[in-house]
């Protein structure tokens, strides 16, 4: 499976971006799906989960109640829609995907496939 996260740019301080992650070679269904990010000189670190049937939702807290992650089976994509976007935000954004076996996936350690990243900067 191939993962091409696309949709990053650079945003004001409270603006919005919507990432997507388009799958290819592959059903995402057979996936849970996630988001990680990585800023300069930091690791890399979990953002959001969502299962195969949209369910098991899970945000970082530092990003809770500001990003919605989703997906749509149909189209072989996932979603990042990002709020009230904050300096700190600024990062890659990969999108990544785990065999179902995972119900959330919280950390890069077990992710079958990244995509090749996404950059969003946040400016102050």
């Known amino acids: 499976v191939q993962l091409q996260a696309s949709g990053g740019g650079l945003v004001q301080t409270g603006g919005s971006l919507s990432l997507s992650c388009a799958a290819s070679?592959?059903?995402?269904?057979?996936?849970?799906m996630a988001w990680f990010r990585q800023a300069p000189g930091k690791e890399r670190e979990f953002v959001a989960t969502i299962g195969w049937n949209g369910g098991s939702k899970l945000y970082a807290d530092s990003v809770k109640e500001r990003f919605t992650i989703s997906r749509d089976n149909d189209k072989n994509t996932a979603y990042l829609q990002m709020y009230s976007l904050k300096p700190e935000d600024t990062a890659v954004y990969y999108c990544?995907?785990?065999?179902?076996?995972?119900?959330?996936?919280?950390?890069?350690?077990?992710?079958?496939?990244w995509g090749q990243g996404t950059q969003v900067t946040v400016s102050s």
């Open positions: 070679g592959g059903a995402i269904s057979k996936y849970t």
């Open positions: 990544a995907a785990a065999p179902l076996t995972r119900v959330r996936l919280t950390t890069g350690a077990v992710v079958e496939y």
